[in-house]
C-alpha cells in the first residue's frame, strides 16, 4: 500500500503529461481514515469513467451489529448511504474544470425503489464506497494539481461525512431501516396468509407524470379500501395499518375509462420492490413472484409451449414448441404467460391496454362467424380459472371492455373517480343472468417442461464476449441487442447491468446443454445470495454499478436475446 504523499508527488510528477499516464495511479493509498483504491483508470478524458473506491475499517465507521444485520437491514442500509452520498454530492459538489469527464464524482444513483446495490458494501470489517471519477485534464493533457485538489482535498470530507456512523443523520437512517423491516414483516404476513397483494389506505399511487416515478402531489386522491376487503395488521414499527387484501385466485379491476384501473395495476406490479419513504407506495406490497404480462409483437421466440393458449396455426406450425423472429400480439402475450411460468411467477398482472385483444376475449357472436377449427386462440378467460386451479397461479386483470371474466373471477373491484368498490356480488347475478353460450373453460392446464439453452447460443468474436447497457431496456450481446421493452418490472439500468454479468456468468460457467433455464438461474442466485452481485461479476475495477434484478426479468432477457437456441 502506498502512502498519500506517495499519490501527491506521483500526480506532481505526471501533472502536463499525457492522459495515459494516469494509468500510474492504479493502486491503494493510505488516507487518514480511510483508504482509497484506484481501480481502474479511464484510457482518455471521454472514456468510461475511472473507478475508486473509500475504504473505512467498520471499527471506526462503528455501525451498530443491528444496523447491517440481517440482509433487508443491510439493504436498506446501503440504500439510504448511496442516496446520503449522492445528495450531498449534488449539494454540495461543484465539479471541476476539465474536457470530457474532468472533475466528475458520482455514485450509482437509486430511484424510488429499494434494492439490493453495490454501491456500497459493508461487513464487520469494512465499509466501502464505490464511486466513479473522471480524472482532470485540460485537452489530453493530466492536469495534476487539479485532480490532487479533487482526490486529496474534496474527497475527503465526503467520506468523512457518509461513512461514519457519528457524522451521520442517525434519526433519518434508523427510520430507512425500520421501514425495510415492516416490509419484509408485512411480506411474511402475506406469504401467511396468502395474499398477493396489499395496498395500505391512504397511499398515492398516481404518479407525478408519465415519465417520473414521484408520486403526485397535487389532487391525487388518498388509496381507501372498499370495506369488504379491508384488513388490519400490525407491524413492528408503524403499528396497526389497514388496507385493501387482494387474495390469491383471479382478481378482476373493472371500471369506466380514467377512473385509475391502470394506476391501481402498476403500483401492484412495481410493488414487488419496496419502496423509500414519502413514495406513498410505502406499504403497497405484492406477491415478489408476480408478473406483468403483456403482448410484445415483434419479439423472437424460441420454442415455448404455447400450446395451452394456441392451436392449429396456419400451415401446421407446431404450438408445443413454438418458434419466430416476429410474435404476433397473440403469440408473443401467449409466450411471455407460458415463460413466466417457466421462471415459477406466481401472478400474472395483465392490462387490457397491452394485451392483444384477440388473446383476451372472444364473444359469442365471433365464435358464431369463426368456426373453432379456423380460430387457433383460446382466449386467457377460458384459462385464467385452470391456470389458478391446476397451477395455483393467481390472476390480476384490468379489463374494461368485457363482462365475459365474470364467471371465472374470484374478485371483481370497480375504480370509481380512484376509489376501489367490492362489486363482486353485482358482477356475479349479471354473469348468471347473461351466461355466455359456449365455454371452453374445462381442460386442466398443462405442467411445462424445463428448456434446455444450448451453449452455441452464445458465439463469441475476436473479442470473446461484450454486453454492454443502453440505458434500462436494452442490453446488447456483443453486436445484437436484446430490446428488454417487455418487461415493466425491470426499472434500473442498475439491474440491466446486472443481467449483463449474469449472463457472462451463465455463459462461462453454466451454460452446459444439459441444464434448463431454471436451474440455471437457481444455481446463479444461490451464488448471489451468499457472495452478494459481488460473486458473479466480472468487472473493470469494481462492480458499484449493479443492482440486483429478479430471476423472472433475467429469464425474460435471456428468453428475447435472438441468438437462443433450445435444444
Ligand atoms: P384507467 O386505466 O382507468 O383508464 P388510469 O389509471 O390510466 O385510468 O388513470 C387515469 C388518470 O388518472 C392518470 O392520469 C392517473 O395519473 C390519474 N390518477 C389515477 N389514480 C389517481 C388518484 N388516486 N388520484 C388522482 N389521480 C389519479
Ligand atoms: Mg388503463
Request: net charge positive; charged share 30%.
Amino acid at each position: 500500500m502506498r502512502t498519500s504523499k506517495e499519490l501527491q508527488s506521483l500526480l506532481q510528477r505526471i501533472d502536463g503529461k499525457g492522459y495515459k499516464a494516469y494509468k500510474d495511479l492504479q493502486g491503494i493509498y493510505n488516507f487518514e481514515g480511510f483508504q482509497l483504491a484506484v481501480d481502474y483508470v479511464q484510457g482518455d478524458p471521454f472514456a468510461a469513467p475511472s473507478r475508486i473506491r473509500c475504504i473505512v475499517p467498520m471499527k471506526d465507521g462503528a455501525f451498530p451489529k443491528e444496523s447491517y444485520n440481517p440482509p433487508p437491514k443491510k439493504q436498506a442500509l446501503k440504500d439510504h448511504l448511496t442516496r446520503n452520498f449522492d445528495q450531498t454530492l449534488k449539494k454540495e459538489y461543484q465539479g471541476a474544470k476539465g474536457t470530457g469527464k474532468s472533475g466528475m464524482i458520482s455514485i450509482d444513483a437509486p430511484g424510488q425503489e429499494i434494492l439490493e446495490r453495490t454501491s456500497f458494501y459493508i461487513d464487520s470489517e469494512k465499509i466501502e464506497v464505490r464511486l466513479e471519477v473522471g480524472l482532470p485534464a485540460g485537452g489530453r493533457k493530466i492536469l495534476g494539481r487539479v485532480c490532487k485538489k479533487m482526490l486529496m482535498e474534496i474527497l475527503p470530507p465526503f467520506i468523512e461525512k457518509n461513512l461514519y456512523y457519528k457524522n451521520l443523520d442517525q434519526e433519518a437512517l434508523w427510520r430507512s431501516i425500520r421501514l425495510r423491516e415492516d416490509q419484509e414483516a408485512l411480506w411474511d404476513l402475506m406469504k401467511e396468509k396468502g395474499w398477493i397483494a396489499f395496498v395500505k389506505n391512504g397511499s398515492i399511487l398516481p404518479r407525478e407524470s408519465g415519465i417520473s416515478q414521484k408520486p403526485l402531489t397535487k389532487g391525487a386522491v388518498p388509496f381507501q379500501s372498499p370495506r369488504e376487503m379491508e384488513v388490519s395488521v400490525t407491524l413492528p414499527y408503524a403499528g396497526e395499518i389497514k388496507g385493501m387484501a387482494l387474495e390469491s385466485g383471479v382478481t378482476l379491476i373493472v371500471g369506466g375509462g380514467y377512473h385509475g384501473k391502470s394506476t391501481l395495476l402498476q403500483a401492484i406490479e412495481l410493488g414487488v420492490y419496496p419502496h423509500i419513504q414519502g413514495d406513498g407506495r410505502e406499504f403497497v406490497l405484492t406477491d415478489p413472484g408476480a408478473m406483468k404480462i403483456r403482448a410484445e409483437d415483434g419479439r423472437g421466440v424460441e420454442k415455448v409451449n404455447i400450446s395451452p393458449f394456441i392451436n392449429n396455426l396456419p400451415h401446421q406450425t407446431d404450438t408445443r414448441a413454438f418458434s419466430t423472429d416476429n410474435g404476433s400480439g397473440s403469440t408473443s402475450q401467449a409466450a411471455n404467460i407460458i415463460e413466466a411460468l417457466e421462471g415459477s411467477a406466481g401472478t400474472l398482472l395483465i392490462d387490457e391496454d397491452p394485451s392483444a385483444t384477440n388473446f383476451m376475449i372472444r364473444d359469442d357472436r365471433m365464435k358464431k362467424l369463426v368456426h373453432k377449427d379456423k380460430e387457433p386462440i383460446s382466449p386467457f378467460v377460458d384459462k385464467a380459472g385452470s391456470l389458478y386451479r391446476d397451477l395455483g397461479v393467481s390472476t390480476v386483470l384490468v379489463i374494461g371492455g368485457s363482462g365475459d371474466y365474470f364467471d371465472v373471477a374470484d374478485k371483481v373491484i370497480m375504480m370509481d373517480e380512484y376509489i376501489p368498490k367490492d362489486v363482486t356480488t353485482a358482477a356475479k347475478a349479471i354473469a348468471k343472468e347473461y351466461p355466455r353460450a359456449v365455454k371452453t373453460d374445462g381442460e386442466a392446464f398443462p405442467r411445462l417442461k424445463g428448456r434446455v439453452p444450448l451453449p452455441s447460443s452464445f458465439p463469441r468474436d475476436r473479442k470473446g464476449i461484450k454486453l454492454k447497457t443502453r440505458g434500462t431496456k436494452t442490453l446488447l450481446y456483443n453486436r445484437l441487442s436484446v430490446e428488454l421493452y417487455g418487461l415493466e418490472q425491470l426499472i434500473s439500468s442498475s439491474q440491466t447491468n446486472s443481467i449483463g454479468e449474469i449472463f457472462k456468468f451463465l455463459i462461462n460457467k453454466k451454460v452446459d446443454g444439459n441444464k434448463d433455464l431454471k436451474t440455471l438461474l437457481e444455481e446463479t442466485y444461490k451464488i448471489m445470495d451468499e457472495q452478494g452481485l459481488e460473486g458473479i461479476a466480472s468487472y473493470r475495477g469494481h462492480p458499484g454499478n449493479l443492482a440486483k434484478p429478479r430471476k423472472l426479468e433475467v429469464l425474460g432477457a435471456l428468453n428475447r436475446y435472438r441468438n437462443l437456441r433450445i435444444k
